[in-house]
């Protein structure tokens, strides 16, 4: 059974920074791209940023891009995200999903975790 | 940026089908992919590369994807299937979600 467990979240001010792991077991990790999305509570997905299986393409929405930073270990099977120069906006639930196929080609996002919510507030 | 815009809402009553569409420019040239979510849950992939269906979806399920529009059939409803759905596509180094449908079954 494929799971993934997202943890780093919590509450930060604005300008600080803050790191998401996701922790992935039940399948061939490095054989799958992987993403965040994040969702406002009550509103709609967003796609947030995305590694290929061996983090030779890495793509970024353009409302973090320059301030997040995706990376993945396959060794340990797990998932990043480095925030930094936070802004309230991007106070959601943050994600961590596994990609139907190796590289970052939009074929669809197959497991989902459970979140962990971020707020960002002074 | 692509956008992707589906309706606020959809009403299906039980048994009959609901149709949900998704529009974005020259979208029937990218692969396009559905969602599932329902309240305090997180997304379920229901359809994927236009009209493959996950193992463990329903054949109720289908979708298509042709021209400016994907959509997703749902036939024979089920009071189970009310939920928000969101399409999703790649354009250009990005992956884009629709805007979100709230579907209610009466």
């Known amino acids: 059974e494929v799971q993934l467990v997202e943890s780093g979240g919590g509450l930060v001010q604005p300008g600080r920074s803050l790191r998401l792991s996701c922790a992935a077991s039940g399948f061939i990790f490095d054989d799958f791209a992987m993403h965040w999305v994040r969702q406002v509570p009550g509103k709609g997905l967003e796609w947030v940023s995305g590694?290929?299986?061996?983090?030779?393409?890495?793509g970024y929405a353009d409302s973090v891009n320059g301030r997040f930073t995706i990376s993945r270990d396959n060794a340990k099977t797990s998932l990043y995200l480095r925030m930094n120069s936070l802004r309230p906006e991007d106070t959601a639930l943050y994600y961590c999903t596994k990609d139907i196929f190796a590289a970052l080609a939009g074929r669809g996002f197959d497991s989902w975790g459970q979140g962990t919510l971020v707020t960002v507030s002074s | 940026s692509y956008e992707l815009t589906q309706p606020p809402s959809v009403s299906v009553s039980p048994g009959q089908t609901a149709s949900i569409t998704c529009s974005g420019y020259?979208?029937?040239?990218?692969?396009a992919c559905w969602y599932q979510q329902k309240p305090g849950q997180s997304p379920i992939l229901v359809i994927y590369?236009?009209?493959k269906r996950p193992s463990g979806i329903p054949g109720r399920f289908s979708g298509s994807n042709s021209g400016n529009t994907a959509t997703l059939t749902i036939s024979g409803t089920q009071p189970m299937d009310e939920a928000d759905y969101y399409c999703?596509?790649?354009?250009?180094?990005?992956?884009?979600f629709g805007t979100g449908t709230k579907v209610t079954v009466l």
């Open positions: 590694i290929a299986w061996n983090s030779g393409r890495i």
């Open positions: 590369q236009d009209t």
């Open positions: 999703q596509a790649w354009d250009t180094s990005a992956y884009v």
């Open positions: 020259n979208l029937g040239e990218k692969y």
